[in-house]
């Protein structure tokens, strides 16, 4: 079982950037696949980005390639997601989750381990 923390939430300017981590305060990271999922208002959650464990390349939503970077440094213990060119519409509520499994499933019932959510707000 894993304890999920997210962090590095909070408000951008359009063309700006975040940056998220994911934490555990029990166990670690490098054993599990993590994902970042989001979900805005009104909106069903997405995954956003993805890497297996093991894996050194992450996947990512068509809609964040190449704006969105997930990152896992095995050193500290943390999966992070650097966000660039940040949009409205990457507005949302942020979740790091793990699966109990180690790859990245397509299977939702497989994510069981979730953290509260962290804000991201993009504003002018």
Known sequence: ??????????????????RLSCVTSKGSLNYYAIAWFRQAPGKERERVSCIGAGEIAARYDYSVQGRFFLTRDKTNNTVNLQMNYLQPDDSAVYYCAAPQVSYCSPDKNHWIYWGRGTQVTVSS
């Open 1 to 18: 079982q894993v304890t999920l923390v997210e962090s590095g939430g909070g408000l951008a300017q359009p063309g700006g950037s975040l």
